[in-house]
């Protein structure tokens, strides 16, 4: 095919690229026409398209979404204040959602007490807010950190916020009710980012990590400084209920370097260089993969190690997933959503003898690292990202499936239905002060493509709220 975009003025097809009307027609006339597709990639290849788009859907009360109200979204919607900040990175927490663009700008949206903005702020339209509905620059912010190094990295949990700088410099702000600030604060909800001190003696930190009450970073030496609330052993350092200041992870020394590390609710999973993975914390739901122990630092999975080398590790909540070097994914913890994206278990064994290989219908948690079969065959596992009770799948093709519980929007179908959901019924007992309940609710068992997004690079979620980074 000839270069037709020097046929035919470039502010036409600039315009034609660059309206994004939506994601779905944009991906529709791309998969029509065949032409238009390999058009869009040579004005790629020129430089010349703006750059990657954010949507958001789900849950929205405090306005963390970023899309101008506090309702909730049931289909992926274009963060309209971002389209031409070339947003390069994306997290989100409970309460608001932090983007950095690729000039070194963050924007926010969510509960501003939290974020740098003083109680009393006054929006746009002149009302006293109780939120930022918008994905806005906040100019104390920025220029807090324009005169520092180059941010690479950010990272937000419940209700507090991580910003790396490019010399290992490592600002937090939000929340510090259970220490996750890592440094000396009141408890009122910190504004303006302050530096954590940390010694470099094993090099600076190139990698953060946040869980809903926990912060960890990892050195360019694969060592480990962890802070924040340790009540059930989520951090993994004996004897601390909270740790207060960051705190050399010394269990590691001997077992080499951590190459990653995923933190839930109440449980973190710690992935060494050698492929080995560790885990600590409340293990209850079966999250830890030690069967139902419950230690207060690190143990390998020794079922996971027997199978062979893990690659990576993420998870939700009270879930966890491990990716092997085979490309396979296993899975554990809690499931009675069927968030763990498997149907059943079954009574045959893999050729290991190790883990139970999934059948159909299951929703008992799951203690024991099992098989996902759905991912095999598919494209690649790039991110999997959960909330309470449902999961994402992100695939190197940019597809995304979803399994779980489905409500309030958070599966960005809106009416679509790429299959039927289930009706999932569970009965409580109910207590003295309380009397027995039975809940009915909607979820998708086994993964559903959510055909309401196309082309995505990375995507993340929290209590019900989702944000998409598009290429």
């Known amino acids: 095919m000839a270069d037709i975009s020097k046929e035919v003025p470039f502010d036409f097809w600039y315009e034609l690229f660059t309206t994004r009307i939506n994601l779905q027609e944009s991906a529709k006339l791309f998969r029509i026409n065949s032409n238009l597709r390999e058009l869009a990639l040579i004005l790629i290849r020129r430089g010349r398209l703006i750059g990657s788009l954010v949507y958001a859907f789900g849950v929205n009360q405090y306005g963390q979404l ?19 900040k070339n947003i390069i990175k994306i997290s989100i927490g409970e309460k608001f959602s932090l983007f950095l663009s690729d000039n070194n700008d963050l924007y926010i949206s969510g509960e501003h007490a939290i974020i740098g903005k003083r109680r009393d702020y006054i929006d746009e339209q002149g009302r006293r807010a109780a939120t930022i509905r918008r994905s806005i620059d906040i100019p104390e912010l920025n220029n807090f950190f324009r005169e520092k190094e180059k941010i690479v990295d950010i990272s937000v949990g419940e209700n507090h916020g991580l910003v790396l700088l490019e010399n290992g410099d490592l600002y937090t702000f939000g929340n510090n009710y259970n220490s996750q600030l890592g440094r000396d604060t009141d408890i009122i909800p910190n504004t303006v980012p302050g530096l954590v001190d940390y010694p470099k003696d094993f090099g600076k930190i190139v990698k953060i990590t946040t869980g809903v009450d926990t912060s960890f970073g990892i050195t360019e030496t694969g060592r480990v400084f ?16 909270y740790v207060s200041e960051p705190t050399l992870h010394n269990f ?8 990653k590390i995923f933190s839930g609710n109440e ?13 600590t914390g409340f293990g209850e739901q079966g999250q830890l993969g030690i069967n139902d ?7 390998i999975i020794q079922r996971l190690k027997d199978i062979g080398r893990a690659v990576n590790v993420f998870g939700g909540f009270n879930s966890s997933f491990v990716l092997m070097e085979n490309e396979d994914l296993y899975t554990f913890g809690e499931n009675h959503y069927g968030q763990l994206g498997i149907a059943a278990q079954s009574a045959n064994l893999d050729a290991l003898g190790a883990v139970g290989v999934v059948g159909l219908g299951n929703r008992e948690n799951i203690f024991d690292p099992t098989l996902v079969q759905f991912f095999r065959g598919k494209s690649r596992i790039i991110k999997i990202v959960g909330g309470f009770d449902y999961t994402f799948v992100l695939l190197e093709n940019g597809t995304v499936y979803g399994f779980g519980l ?3 929007g958070r599966f960005g179908l ?8 289930v009706e999932i019924i569970i009965e409580n007992p109910g207590t003295l002060r309380n009397p027995p309940t039975i809940e009915r609710s909607m979820a998708f068992l086994t993964p559903v493509e959510i055909v309401t997004l196309n082309d995505i690079k990375d995507i993340v979620t929290s209590g019900g709220s989702t944000l998409v980074l598009s290429n």
Not at 293 to 299: A, I, K, T, V
């Open 267 to 279: 449980h973190t999973l710690y992935l060494m260089e050698n492929g080995d993975v560790y885990s």
């Open 66 to 84: 970023g899309l101008g109200e506090s309702h909730l979204f049931n289909i992926p919607t274009i963060i309209k204040d971002l389209e031409d």
């Open 252 to 259: 590691f020394f001997r077992r080499g370097r951590v190459k």
């Open 406 to 408: 489905e409500e309030s």
């Open 293 to 299: 122990q419950l230690p207060d630092e690190p143990m």
């Open 414 to 421: 809106g009416s679509i239905r790429p299959q039927k959901p």
């Open 226 to 241: 962890a802070f924040g609330t340790n009540d059930v052993g989520q951090i993994g350092i004996p004897a601390e209920e």
